[in-house]
T-cell receptor, first 115, second 116 residues
Framework: DTAVSQTPKYLVTQMGNDKSIKCEQN?????MYWYKQDSKKFLKIMFSYNNKELIINETVPNRFSPKSPDKAHLNLHINSLELGDSAVYFC??????????????FGAGSRLTVL | AQSVTQLDSHVSVSEGTPVLLRCNYSSSYSPSLFWYVQHPNKGLQLLLK??????LVKGINGFEAEFKKSETSFHLTKPSAHMSDAAEYFC??????????????FGRGTQLTVWP
């Protein structure tokens, strides 16, 4: 009954590879997000989608490509992985775009290690 | 522009003593403020939120925070720490205007250690 589920939980790969992280929410929320947490625990938004439409696209390298096939899913594909991509990636969702008052529900995170 | 400063990167307390985690924010508009907790190897969980109602906000697990506009602060407190409170705590600010609609700004986190 996990509200926001991400797979895989752990991912170890070599530089230059391409990998994907999947996210699904069963809360009926309209808005989904990807956040990156670096080794110092700092969290920064990467993308947000509202009803499959891209809303926020931070200054993220274009090697990162989110895809939202429907409002319950937001996947993250990363091409040509680099050492600096090693981090924990969190998926989250909120009821709507007006997240000033809405709460984010986070997944458990996907720890990516690039060797 | 919105930003959040968590004044302490680490706080250590003994079990049963009070907890104070400090947070200052800056916001161009009336902010919404949140505290989230992250236990090791887990996702973030909402502790409490302030959205322009009562300035003293009560959250889960006995935590509360007070919004002080004059001091631009939103400090998190708990009267008596429990071992299970050991975690990373994030103060978060959001506003609802303009191009930053839907964007949250996270503080750098405060690691709370609770000694037996």
């Amino acid at each position: 009954d996990t509200a926001v589920s991400q797979t895989p939980k752990y991912l170890v790969t070599q530089m230059g590879n391409d990998k994907s992280i999947k996210c699904e929410q069963n809360l009926g929320h309209d808005t989904m997000y990807w956040y990156k947490q670096d080794s110092k625990k700092f969290l920064k938004i990467m993308f947000s989608y509202n009803n499959k439409e891209l809303i926020i696209n931070e200054t993220v390298p274009n090697r990162f490509s989110p895809k939202s096939p429907d409002k319950a899913h937001l996947n993250l594909h990363i091409n040509s992985l680099e050492l600096g991509d090693s981090a924990v990636y969190f998926c989250a969702s909120s009821l709507s775009l007006h997240s000033g008052a809405n709460v984010l529900t986070f997944g458990a995170g996907s720890r990516l290690t690039v060797l | 522009a919105q930003s959040v400063t968590q004044l302490d990167s680490h706080v250590s307390v003994s079990e049963g003593t009070p907890v104070l985690l400090r947070c200052n924010y800056s916001s161009s508009y009336s902010p919404s403020l949140f505290w989230y907790v992250q236990h090791p190897n887990k996702g973030l969980q909402l502790l409490l939120k302030y959205t322009s109602a009562a300035t003293l906000v009560k959250g889960i697990n006995g935590f509360e925070a007070e919004f002080k506009k004059s001091e631009t602060s939103f400090h998190l407190t708990k009267p008596s720490a429990h071992m299970s409170d050991a975690a990373e705590y994030f103060c978060v600010v959001s506003d609802e205007r303009g191009s930053t609609l839907g964007r949250l700004y996270f503080g750098r986190g405060t690691q709370l250690t609770v000694w037996p």
